[in-house]
């Protein structure tokens, strides 16, 4: 988005890619069945979330280490490919609301945002009208409405999961996804076939290299360095930025690019370690870090999930369920913390339905009525119980805690000789409190549907389900914005407080989660830096 948005303003930009070029619309095997490859879509070592998904990365890169301290449980999800995760993601589009930026003031947890939803509100207009999102307008004060195209129509299941919300009190509406209902000029309106997390080919979904990163190009003003990792940001005598030092992974040469002003986006915890290993003499502690808080609140969305079997779904009537590669309706934050033995909230996902069969479908048959069997009666089994699964999933925000860090582990580098991250992780009582809150609900939601959850509770020892940290892959703060340069690293236009022409545009500056996915906010928040950094190029103060 930065590159989007500075080349528009009329900058000459140099952007370094770790990964290989990629575009769904060429590169996505959208309409590949799954019987047709002999793996029939199963994950691999690269592509955990199946043979065809759009990313290119994973919870483990060859010779791209990172550590864990002691018996910290911490997985970190790297993508390496133009448009990183942006590719393959889920496609939930949310704003973050006006109580998400007062954290602190609303119960003395973790701290306020130096800006709040006022000054995102225009850039949130601007990724709509830009990138498109479907939705409904509801009115609900702390889930900002935007500028919606119209959402898909619920499928069959998500009609029972409606019907069992709206029994226990939960609101349930349309979901909100950045794919097109209606076409926009060079895209096409989304077809339903469904494989969003391959990409899309008609560019119905919003993935960077075809929707930012190609117009960026079309410029003329955008020079892109594929298969280039950033290794530390470099600095002049007089501690400014001077520019990016990388290793060009074809030759394997170390190289330098000259910049005026350097914008970091590699994911929020890579920014944090290029920071961090960005040392001089100058700057001792790693660049932007006099604070000493770089590394520091670093969070991720919690999660848990719980799934089961609805008998009044079986032996359906074949109809058409096609939708969008995701969710058509989802749960908001509805109750009141004042009730609750745990601070904040979490939204909730539906998955069921008659997704495209494939490796691992269902779950395993044996978890059906009659354990599934052999020949004839195997493949009965699998027409009577296919859709009859519901599932849900909570994704709730965490605090910042003094436990959940990272740092440079002093003893490891990766393939380029590149110090590598150690992290710290710690759930603290709000977020296991949260999970439970989570775990009962999904389990009244599928009695309420008159069905059976395929796991039992979860234990308190079991921390009542919770995802390890990084699971949930909404990696956000380690470069926290805040006025205060004594405790933050980045002021609110997420300009480093201590080296002027030096900015972060990923999820790095986030000084809190919200219990929503992050990527609109970052979008909003990246295109808000750029605007501010061409503004004060016009007004010659950098
Ligand atoms: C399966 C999945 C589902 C998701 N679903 C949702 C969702 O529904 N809604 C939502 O809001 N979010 C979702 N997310 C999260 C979302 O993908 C991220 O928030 C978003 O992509 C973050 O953007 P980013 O640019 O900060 O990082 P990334 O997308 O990770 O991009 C970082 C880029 O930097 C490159 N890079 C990294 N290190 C270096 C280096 N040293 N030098 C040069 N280049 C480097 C990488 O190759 C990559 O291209 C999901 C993520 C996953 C994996
Ligand atoms: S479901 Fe729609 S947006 Fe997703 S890949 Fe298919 S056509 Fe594209």
């Not at 079997?309 to 590669?325: A, K, Q, Y």
């Amino acid at each position: 988005m930065a590159a989007y948005a500075l080349t528009r303003a009329g900058a000459r930009v140099v952007m370094l890619e770790a990964g290989p070029a990629w575009y769904a619309s060429k590169n996505s095997q959208m309409l590949t069945p799954a019987y047709a490859t002999p793996m029939r879509g199963r994950a691999t070592h690269t592509r955990p979330f199946g043979e065809f998904d759009a990313c290119d990365g994973g919870w483990e890169i060859d010779g791209e280490p990172y550590t864990k301290a002691g018996n910290t449980k911490f997985d970190w999800w790297r993508g390496r490919m133009l448009g990183g995760r942006t590719n393959h993601w889920g496609r939930i589009s949310l704003r973050f609301g006006p109580e998400d930026f007062r954290g602190k003031t609303r119960d003395g947890l973790g701290d306020d945002w130096p800006i709040g939803y006022q000054d995102l509100a225009p850039f949130y207009d601007q990724v709509d009208d830009l990138i498109g999102v479907f939705g409904s307008k509801e009115g609900i004060h702390n889930e900002p409405d935007g500028k919606f195209l119209p959402p898909p129509k619920p499928r069959c299941y998500e009609l029972l999961v409606k019907k069992a919300s709206d029994n226990l009190k939960i609101t349930c509406i349309p979901s909100r996804l950045s794919i097109l209902t209606t076409a926009k000029p060079g895209r096409q309106a989304c077809h339903y076939c469904g494989q969003c997390n391959r990409g899309c080919q008609v560019k119905a979904n919003f993935s960077s290299p075809d929707v930012l990163i190609a117009p960026a190009l079309a410029t003329g003003r955008l020079t892109l360095l594929t298969n280039s990792m950033a290794r530390e940001v470099t600095i002049g005598p007089d501690g400014l930025a001077t520019g990016v030092q990388y290793i060009d992974k074809e030759s394997g040469e170390d190289r330098h690019v000259a910049a005026k002003i350097v914008v970091l986006a590699a994911s929020a915890f890579e920014s944090a370690r290029l920071l961090l290993n960005s040392k001089s003499s100058l700057f001792p502690q790693g660049l932007a870090n006099s604070s000493g808080v770089v590394g520091k609140y670093i969070t991720d969305t919690t999660g848990s999930d719980v799934s089961g079997f609805i008998p009044s779904m079986i032996d359906h009537v074949p109809h058409n369920e096609d939708g969008v590669g995701g969710m058509h309706v989802y749960m908001p934050w509805w109750l009141d913390n004042k009730k609750l033995d745990f601070p904040r909230g979490y939204h909730i996902e539906v998955y069921g339905g008659l997704g495209q069969p494939g490796y691992g479908f269902m779950g395993g048959i044996q978890r059906y009525p009659g354990k599934g069997g052999y020949g004839a009666k195997l493949k009965e089994a699998y027409r009577r119980y296919y859709g009859a699964t519901i599932g849900f999933s909570g994704r709730g925000e965490q605090i910042p805690n003094d436990q959940c860090y990272t740092e440079i582990d002093p003893n490891v580098v990766d393939k380029f000789g590149i110090p590598v991250l150690r992290f710290h992780w710690e759930w603290s009582d709000h977020e296991l409190n949260q999970v439970k809150h989570m775990q009962e609900t999904f389990r009244a939601l599928i009695h309420e549907m008159g069905g059976t959850p395929f796991s039992p509770m979860p234990t308190k020892e079991q921390g009542y389900g919770i995802a390890a940290g990084g699971r949930i892959i909404h990696e956000l703060g380690g470069v926290r914005m805040g006025s205060d340069p004594k405790s933050s690293a980045l002021n609110g236009n997420c300009q480093a407080h201590d080296v002027k022409n030096l900015f972060v545009a990923d999820g790095g500056p986030f000084v809190t989660q919200a219990n929503k996915n992050p990527t609109w906010t970052i979008l909003a928040l990246s295109w808000r830096t750029a605007d501010y950094i061409a503004q004060q190029r016009k007004q010659g103060a950098l």
